[in-house]
């Protein structure tokens, strides 16, 4: 069996699920990479001579998250011109190394350059894996798809949070980013297997006229507010915005915030894992009701779901209630994230689809890294953990009401843009 790409291009459905599989292997150590430093942070805090404060372990999951920002700038603009598969290679080197150097960091200076550093590899590697498996994925089946790719950064979550209760009481923090060195592993597999996005190759060999009107659209980032595209970006980079505010505030203090309100470690990281756990079923069952149609209000209802569940949190409620509770605020927060990131790439043809989806997960990246120096500010304050909550679930409000107007005109563009590949 086969399936035609956006672009018109006949892909085998056994190469596309290879894509997809391929690409979630590259996920997984992805979402292990962000989430661990999160798993840590009680133990950065606590590791001798280093003198780490929360305001600054605040500091370097922001900073990470500017180095993050910068890559999927650069990425996003780099793979509409060069292709997908060669950023996305370069991409998994650079992050795997710089893990390898944190792991052996002699004191917090060193660990927070790398933390840098490496934050440029996994923002250039997630917006250009995206673009390259929803345009691999069968047109019926892209929410699903990606979902299925997206799920390896959740098991990254989960697998990081495992790693972080049994290797930290006996090896301690540094194996845990020996472990996201092994991500290497991965490249000569890569370079061996993964091919190039077929809607890419399609538009690179378009007829001269509308080559040179793409390779104008994808040279500035002006294209994205011409040709009615302008409402859209703007209302995409809000709704980027309030949901990676609401992921990195949520993996980056989540441990520490469940300490400071009487739990121990151990129980601290067994949140950690229950809230991916959550946003794996929640973005499993948001999926199968996307690829209906439903994208629209699943994606605000799982706002929704993440403002009121993680508004309930604050009242502290009783341990069994709270871990239902933090599923459910995963479900809200890193499962509206994989179905944003589905809606966003949806407004643009394949010709700037990198461009978009990485403009729109830069910008969204100030919010990224707005949630960490929230944490940071909130617990090095003294005040009460519980603030955090409060704050996030104004967040996933405002981030419900932005999605609200994107979705009549995501139906519009994607109707015209399949007559265009009809035409072309």
Same mark, same amino acid.
């Given at each position: 069996?086969?399936?035609?790409?956006?672009?018109?291009? #006949?892909?085998?459905?056994?190469?596309?699920?290879?894509?997809?599989?391929?690409?979630?292997?590259?996920?997984?150590?992805?979402?292990? =990479?962000?989430?661990?430093?999160?798993?840590?942070?009680?133990?950065?805090?606590?590791?001798?001579?280093?003198? $780490?404060?929360?305001?600054?372990?605040?500091?370097?999951?922001?900073?990470?998250?500017?180095?993050? !920002?910068?890559?999927?700038?650069?990425?996003?603009?780099?793979?509409?011109?060069?292709?997908?598969?060669? /950023?996305?290679?370069?991409?998994?080197?650079?992050?795997?190394?710089?893990?390898?150097?944190?792991?052996?960091?002699? =004191?917090?200076?060193?660990?927070?350059?790398?933390?840098?550093?490496?934050?440029?590899?996994?923002?250039?590697?997630?917006?250009?894996?995206?673009?390259?498996?929803?345009?691999?994925?069968?047109?019926?089946?892209?929410?699903?798809?990606?979902?299925?790719?997206?799920?390896?950064?959740?098991?990254?979550?989960?697998?990081?949070?495992?790693?972080?209760?049994?290797?930290?009481?006996?090896?301690?923090?540094?194996?845990?980013?020996?472990?996201?060195?092994?991500?290497?592993?991965?490249?000569?597999? *890569?370079?061996?297997?993964?091919?190039?996005?077929?809607?890419?190759?399609?538009?690179?060999?378009?007829?001269?006229? !509308?080559?040179?009107?793409?390779?104008?659209?994808?040279?500035?980032?002006?294209?994205?507010?011409? =040709?009615?595209?302008?409402?859209?970006?703007? !209302?995409?980079?809000?709704?980027?915005?309030?949901?990676?505010?609401?992921?990195?505030?949520?993996?980056?203090?989540?441990?520490?915030?469940?300490?400071?309100?009487? %739990?121990?470690?151990?129980?601290?990281?067994?949140?950690? /894992?229950?809230?991916? #756990?959550?946003?794996?079923?929640?973005?499993?069952?948001?999926?199968? !009701?996307?690829?209906?149609?439903?994208?629209?209000? #699943?994606?605000?209802?799982?706002?929704?779901?993440?403002?009121?569940?993680?508004?309930?949190?604050?009242?502290?409620?009783?341990?069994?209630?709270?871990?239902?509770?933090?599923?459910?605020?995963? &479900?809200?927060?890193?499962?509206?994230?994989?179905?944003?990131?589905?809606?966003?790439?949806?407004? %643009?043809? &394949?010709?700037?689809?990198?461009?978009?989806?990485?403009?729109?997960?830069?910008?969204?990246?100030?919010?990224?890294?707005?949630?960490?120096?929230?944490?940071?500010?909130?617990?090095?304050?003294?005040?009460?953990?519980?603030? @955090?909550?409060? +704050?996030? *679930?104004?967040?996933?409000?405002?981030?419900?009401?932005? $999605?609200?107007? +994107?979705?009549?005109? #995501?139906?519009?563009?994607?109707?015209? @843009?399949?007559? =265009?590949? /009809?035409?072309?």
């Amino acid at each position: 069996m086969s399936h035609p790409s956006p672009a018109g291009v #006949v892909v085998p459905t056994s190469r596309g699920g290879l894509v997809i599989g391929i690409c979630a292997a590259m996920i997984l150590f992805d979402g292990y =990479d962000l989430i661990v430093f999160g798993n840590v942070i009680p133990s950065l805090i606590a590791e001798p001579g280093w003198q $780490v404060t929360p305001a600054i372990a605040g500091r370097i999951a922001s900073l990470t998250l500017v180095g993050m !920002l910068i890559g999927a700038l650069v990425a996003g603009t780099l793979s509409d011109r060069l292709g997908r598969r060669s /950023v996305v290679i370069i991409s998994l080197a650079w992050f795997s190394l710089t893990m390898a150097a944190c792991a052996v960091a002699p =004191d917090p200076r060193v660990f927070e350059i790398a933390r840098i550093i490496g934050g440029l590899g996994l923002g250039a590697l997630f917006p250009t894996v995206t673009a390259l498996v929803i345009e691999v994925a069968p047109e019926r089946r892209k929410a699903l798809a990606y979902s299925f790719t997206l799920f390896g950064y959740l098991a990254g979550g989960i697998v990081a949070g495992i790693l972080a209760l049994a290797l930290i009481p006996t090896l301690g923090w540094r194996s845990l980013f020996w472990a996201g060195a092994l991500p290497i592993l991965l490249v000569p597999v *890569a370079m061996k297997f993964l091919p190039e996005s077929p809607a890419w190759l399609a538009a690179k060999s378009a007829p001269a006229s !509308l080559k040179a009107s793409r390779k104008s659209a994808m040279s500035s980032i002006s294209a994205l507010f011409k =040709d009615g595209f302008a409402r859209n970006t703007i !209302l995409a980079w809000g709704v980027q915005f309030c949901s990676l505010l609401l992921v990195f505030g949520m993996v980056n203090w989540l441990p520490t915030i469940m300490i400071s309100m009487g %739990y121990n470690l151990q129980s601290a990281l067994f949140f950690a /894992v229950t809230l991916n #756990v959550g946003a794996a079923v929640g973005s499993l069952i948001g999926a199968r !009701l996307a690829d209906k149609g439903l994208t629209k209000k #699943v994606t605000a209802v799982l706002f929704i779901v993440g403002c009121l569940s993680v508004a309930a949190l604050s009242f502290g409620p009783p341990t069994a209630v709270m871990f239902a509770l933090v599923a459910l605020a995963g &479900a809200g927060t890193l499962g509206t994230q994989i179905l944003v990131n589905v809606f966003v790439s949806s407004i %643009y043809p &394949a010709h700037m689809r990198g461009t978009g989806l990485g403009w729109a997960l830069g910008i969204g990246r100030l919010g990224a890294i707005v949630g960490p120096l929230i944490g940071g500010a909130i617990l090095g304050a003294g005040m009460p953990a519980q603030w @955090n909550f409060y +704050i996030f *679930a104004l967040v996933a409000a405002l981030g419900m009401l932005l $999605v609200l107007p +994107i979705a009549v005109q #995501v139906r519009a563009n994607n109707a015209t @843009n399949n007559v =265009d590949a /009809v035409r072309s």
